[in-house]
Structures are given as C-alpha cells and as structure tokens.
C-alpha cells in the first residue's frame, strides 16, 4: 500500500493502537528516523505505573549556536478508544483506503499531522543541511487523557532548564470544512464548577417543615443564566456559562429534597480570569442567600497568539499548496497549545480536517497528506533558515 512518505508513515502509525495513555512505541518510531537527521532525542516517562504516560523532545540544535531560534512541532501520539467496533467499515488499527480517504482511529487526530511534521524536517534538512535555527518535537501520549503527565510536565521540565522557545506548530485537525481554510491561533479556557446547594428533606404535603433547594435555586440559575460575562474580543466570542447536569431527589414524588447538585462549565475567552469568573458566581449565590458548597476544576486557561510571522507563514504556505486562505479562529475545545503558550510566544495549530476526529470511521483525505508535510516543511524554510 505504498505511495508517499508521509501516507507510509502514518500508516505505519495507525496500526499501533495507541489509546491513551498508552503509546505503544509510536515515539520509537519517530525517534529512529529523527536520530540520523541531528535530533538528539530525551524520553520522559511520567506518572503511576499503571497509567504511565510517553513523552519525547527531540532537538537538533541550528548553527547559530545560542542565537538560533527555536522552532517546535507538537502534537500527540494517543487516540481516543474506538468505541463499538463491529460499527467501524473497517478495522479501526488497519489502515484502509476507500474512496480517496484513508480510515483508521487516529487518522485525522493527529498521525497524519506527526507523520508530516517528520517528513517535512526530512525534505527541509535534505535540501537543506546546516540551517540558522533549530528545530524540535515535543510528543506526548496524554493528550486525550487527563493531561497531567504530558505536555503540561515536558513545558515545566523545559522551563526549568531555560529553554527559550520561539515558534509552535501543533498539529490539530483544524481544517474545517475543507483543507487549509482554517487555522487556531487560540483556544478558549475550560471551567468547571460543581454547586451543592443545601436544604432541609422532608414529606412534600409539609412544606413549613422542609427547605426546598431546587426552590432557592431558581432565582440564581435565572441570574447565572441571563449574566453577560464578558462580550468577548476580536478574536474570541463571549464567554459562555452552560448548566451541564442538575440533579435533586431521591426519585420519590412525595419528598422535597434535601440538596441539589448543579454541573456548570465556563468556556471563556481571554477578555475574562478564571479568578474573576469564579468570584463572579460566588457574589451570584451569595447575593440569593444561599447555602451552598462549591468546588472547581480548572480544565485549561485560554491561549492567544496574535496574527503574526508565524501564522504569516502558515498562511502563505497554505495558499501555495491548497489555494485556500485560512482563517484565524479560537474555536473549539481545549488543545495541548494552553501549555506551550506558556513558554512560547507564536503557538498556532494547523493540521487536517477535523469533521471525523472521535467519531466511527475516523479518516483523513490522502490527498491532503503530502500538501501538508509541504506546508509545514515551507514553513521551516520561513523561519527555520
């Protein structure tokens, strides 16, 4: 089934069944075609046994010694389970071709892209073998997973030794509708509250001698629900509050229950904290005299990288090979890029079309594959030389 380096590539890839947080020697193989490219190559092995997590950085550093700039490819070698597999067409870890896609847990989210991120360093370096700058991978397997033993732990490890990095790439599907018409040069920050509003249990026929919380909840969801939060910025939308699960009850018709338990998630943009949002929602419940517990969890704090010579050359290389001009949007969930931006000033993902990844019969267009090691390795020639 050979037909470009990049399509091989991640074929071979794909036959690993890398669920997160496993990796399943995806990074051995990377590494044994970065080592004779200059690419000193560090494995870190993170967490509990049982749910260890791969990560590897690969550097080969540019001729301009402490000068050179650093230019860096991430992405991610775990996939999501497949779910039900007797409904894939075919079998999700054997790479299929049918109707100029090819199928296979991992295709669009993210081998394709970490297949053309090695095959694009090897076109650039074969063509040209002593660049100014230096060029890098920072590979996870946790990116599917919770997240805490990936990107997150290399970004700290790297920030403890000094590492300055210039430029990222992460290779997400971002692509939208087509290939090339867009890229994410943000992502909005994740926040999630879990309210325990407290009451008093007791028979539904005696009201006076209960407190009903779904009662004294009311007024707040009301206020929650109608609060502007922010009115967002030119690159990212109003932030959203969006009730998720409630529950009260005990299933019974008959008893008021004594609490009820709210789910709630922020998706907020860069014009707003997680802090202030949370102080927000405090002054909220307070203000209704409630009694209440709440408890947070910060799923990832929003990124912004404004238009410049990164996404410069993304764009230009994308109009070159595809004709599309892609756009710059924030859109969607949360990507490993919230760690990187922490390090690195230009972080822009660009990557396949995104409308298969997570779903049943996963799949990428080959005919995107080369056109995107061509991007990125045009990019390299940008910024890299």
Request: charge should be negative; hydrophobic fraction near 40%.
């Amino acid at each position: 089934m050979t037909q470009t380096p990049t399509f091989d590539l991640t074929c071979d890839l794909l036959q690993l069944a890398s669920v997160t947080p496993n990796d399943l020697t995806c990074q051995a193989m990377l590494i044994a075609r970065l080592e004779p490219l200059g690419f000193e190559c560090e494995t870190m092995v993170l967490g509990p046994a049982d749910f260890s997590v791969t990560n590897l950085w690969a550097v080969r550093r540019g001729t301009a010694g402490a000068a050179a700039k650093l230019f860096v490819f991430a992405g991610h070698t775990d996939v999501v389970p497949t779910g039900p597999i007797e409904q894939w067409s075919s079998a999700p870890f054997t790479p299929t071709i049918k109707d100029g896609y090819l199928y296979g847990r991992g295709a669009a989210d993210m081998k394709t892209s970490i297949a053309a991120f090695v095959t694009s360093i090897e076109a650039f370096l074969a063509a040209h073998p002593n660049p100014t700058h230096s060029i890098a991978l920072l590979i996870t397997s946790d990116e599917e997973g919770p997240a805490h033993d990936g990107t997150v732990k290399v970004v700290q490890a790297l920030q403890a030794r000094g590492e300055q990095l210039s430029y990222c790439i992460v290779g997400e599907p971002t692509s939208n509708e087509v290939f090339g018409d867009m890229m994410k040069n943000g992502r909005r920050g994740t926040l999630s509250g879990k309210l325990t509003v407290k009451g008093k249990q007791g028979h539904i026929a005696y009201p006076h001698r209960a407190i009903n919380p779904i009662h004294l909840f009311a007024p707040a969801l009301t206020e929650l629900a109608a609060t502007v939060w922010d009115n967002g910025n030119a690159y990212f939308p109003p932030t959203s509050w969006q009730v998720s699960n409630i529950h009260g009850g005990t299933g019974a018709s008959n008893i008021i229950p004594g609490e009820l338990v709210v789910d709630f998630n922020f998706r907020y943009s860069t014009a707003s904290t997680h802090e202030g949002l949370k102080q927000r929602v405090v002054d909220i419940l307070d203000g209704h005299g409630l009694n209440y517990d709440l408890a947070w969890t910060l799923g990832g704090e929003p990124f912004l990288t404004e238009a410049g010579e990164l996404s410069q050359a993304i764009s230009a290389a994308v109009l070159h090979h595809t004709g599309q001009t892609p756009e710059l949007s924030t859109t969607g969930g949360t990507s490993d890029g919230r760690f990187i931006a922490k390090i690195c000033p230009q972080v822009v993902e660009f990557g396949p079309v995104s409308k298969t990844i997570h779903q049943i019969d996963e799949r990428v267009e080959v005919a995107c594959m080369e056109p995107l090691a061509a991007i990125y390795a045009d990019v390299l020639k940008t910024l890299v030389l």
